[in-house]
């Protein structure tokens, strides 16, 4: 009589790739407030960037 162990090894056993996300996103109505917060304040460094938007 086969054991559990052996009835579960005739299963493939493959892990789901989860992805990594690229990175938080947060809405905000003040650029330059927002800059100063997560930047002096928090000290996140800054990314990709333009007058309208930030990384």
Avoid: K, Q
């Avoid at 990594?20 to 917060?37: Q, S």
């Amino acid at each position: 009589m086969a054991s559990i162990d052996d009835y579960l090894r005739t299963f493939p056993m493959h892990s789901a790739a989860v992805p990594t996300p690229f990175h938080p996103a947060f809405p905000v109505h003040e650029l330059v407030a927002a800059r100063r917060f997560y930047g002096d304040l928090l000290g996140c460094p800054e990314g990709r960037n333009s007058a309208e938007w930030e990384d």
